[in-house]
C-alpha cells in the first residue's frame, strides 16, 4: 500500500487553518464580552438615560404619586459609582400648591461616613453639575418641563467612601421640599 504524503499535508494544513480560526473566534468573543460588560457596567444611575428616557421615567414616579413634589432617578436614591467613573441623578419638581410661583434647588453634602476619610468639602466637590439652578417657573399642578441633572465625578484618587447628599427645593424663596441621595465609592 503506497501512502500519498501530498494528501497528509493537505490534511495537516486543514487543521491549522481550523485552529487560527478558533484562536481568532475566541479573541473575538473575549473582546466582544469585554465590551458589553463594560457598557452594562456604567449604566447604573440616569447618565445612561436620554432626555426623553429620563423625563418618561420621573413622570412614570410623579403618576404613581398624586401628592408627590419632587421625584428622583433611581428611585430608591442611590448611586454607587467607580473610581474614575461620572453617574447623575435625574430630578423633576411638580408644583402642588394652588399658586404659581418660582422654584430654585441646591444641592449639597449632607454627611459623610464616619469610615470615610473625606471632608465634607472634597465630597461637596464631586459634584460638577446640577449643584444649584433657579427661575424655573411652575404653574399650579404642573411638572417641570425637562429634567434636572446632578452629576458626580468620582476621581481616581477617591478614598471608597459613601456620602449622603440633600436636595432642598425653594418656592419663590421659601422651603418647598427636599430629598436625599446616597454615593457610594465602589
Known amino acids: 500500500m503506497k501512502i500519498n504524503y501530498k494528501e497528509k499535508r493537505g490534511a495537516m494544513e486543514m487543521t491549522v487553518g481550523t485552529m487560527v480560526t478558533i484562536v481568532l473566534l ?52 442611590l448611586v454607587e459609582i467607580k473610581k474614575g467613573k461620572v453617574d447623575d441623578f435625574g430630578f423633576s419638581i411638580r408644583n402642588i400648591d394652588k399658586t404659581e410661583g418660582i422654584f430654585s434647588y441646591e444641592t449639597k453634602i449632607q454627611e459623610v461616613a464616619s469610615n470615610c476619610v473625606m471632608t465634607e468639602e472634597e465630597a461637596d466637590n464631586l459634584i460638577i453639575l446640577g449643584k444649584s439652578g433657579s427661575g424655573i417657573n411652575l404653574r399650579s399642578g404642573s411638572i417641570m418641563d425637562s429634567a434636572k441633572r446632578i452629576r458626580i465625578e468620582i476621581p481616581e484618587s477617591a478614598p471608597l467612601c459613601t456620602m449622603d447628599y440633600i436636595l432642598e427645593i425653594t418656592k419663590d424663596g421659601e422651603f418647598y421640599t427636599q430629598e436625599y441621595l446616597t454615593v457610594t465609592i465602589k
Open 26 to 77: 475566541v479573541i473575538v468573543l473575549v473582546l466582544g464580552i469585554f465590551f458589553i460588560r463594560e457598557i452594562f457596567d456604567v449604566a447604573h444611575g440616569a447618565i445612561d438615560l436620554t432626555e426623553a428616557q429620563l423625563k418618561n421615567e420621573l413622570n412614570q414616579l410623579f403618576s404613581s404619586n398624586e401628592d408627590k413634589k419632587i421625584v428622583i432617578y433611581p428611585e430608591n436614591g
